[in-house]
Structure formats: structure tokens, C-alpha cells
């Protein structure tokens, strides 16, 4: 179970991109996440007017290893971990490890 969900606001670790900021677009199973606007490489597509598609070089977001990038925390404008957290109510909820916050708030 992985502690980044889609949507996500991250920042990227390593790489090319190292401390720009982006949102979760997709998890893939291979243990990879897709950020909008991070890990760009020029791709060769092929026109398909039947989908619309015109033809030339585009600009894709490639898919980036789960553990390259971290969440971002609102309150400290920083990279943090998350972990889990089980309410009274039996609710299961993600915190931030530096705050103890709740992620999804």
C-alpha cells in the first residue's frame, strides 16, 4: 500500500527536475507515479486524425519511482513523509511525520 495517492501534491528528490513541485496524475502497478509537468522527454508521435491527434514532437510526462518523490506539506512548504493514523472512530487516516497533521485536510 503506498502512502502516495493520486492527486497528491509532491516534490520530486533526485533527477533532472530535483525540488520542483507537482500534482499526481497516476500510480502505476510497476511502483511508478506520473507527476503533471515533471520528468518531460520529447516523443515522436504519429498523426491520427480519427482521435484528433496531429502529428510532430510532444512533450510527455514520463513515469518517476515512487521513492524519488516525497509529499509536500502546506504548513512547512517542505518535503515530508507520511504515515497512518487510526482515529477514535476507527477511522484510518494519512498524517504528516514532522506535524502530525492530516494529509487530506
Given at each position: 500500500?503506498?502512502?502516495?495517492?493520486k492527486?497528491?501534491?509532491v516534490?520530486?528528490?533526485?533527477?533532472?527536475?530535483?525540488?520542483?513541485?507537482?500534482?499526481?496524475?497516476s500510480?502505476l502497478d510497476?511502483?511508478h507515479?506520473?507527476?503533471?509537468?515533471?520528468?518531460?522527454?520529447?516523443?515522436?508521435?504519429?498523426?491520427?486524425?480519427?482521435?484528433?491527434i496531429?502529428?510532430?514532437?510532444?512533450?510527455?510526462e514520463?513515469?518517476?519511482?515512487?521513492?524519488?518523490?516525497?509529499?509536500?506539506?502546506?504548513?512547512?512548504?517542505?518535503?515530508?513523509r507520511?504515515g497512518y493514523?487510526v482515529?477514535?472512530?476507527?477511522?484510518?487516516?494519512r498524517?504528516?511525520?514532522?506535524?502530525?497533521?492530516?494529509?487530506?485536510?
Amino acid at each position: 500500500m503506498s502512502k502516495i495517492h493520486k492527486g497528491d501534491q509532491v516534490i520530486l528528490n533526485t533527477g533532472k527536475d530535483k525540488g520542483k513541485r507537482g500534482t499526481v496524475l497516476s500510480i502505476l502497478d510497476s511502483g511508478h507515479v506520473v507527476v503533471e509537468g515533471l520528468n518531460l522527454a520529447k516523443k515522436h508521435a504519429k498523426p491520427n486524425p480519427m482521435k484528433g491527434i496531429t502529428g510532430g514532437i510532444i512533450n510527455k510526462e514520463m513515469p518517476i519511482d515512487i521513492s524519488n518523490v516525497a509529499l509536500f506539506n502546506s504548513a512547512t512548504k517542505k518535503a515530508d513523509r507520511a504515515g497512518y493514523k487510526v482515529l477514535k472512530d476507527g477511522k484510518k487516516v494519512r498524517v504528516f511525520k514532522s506535524n502530525g497533521e492530516a494529509v487530506d485536510a
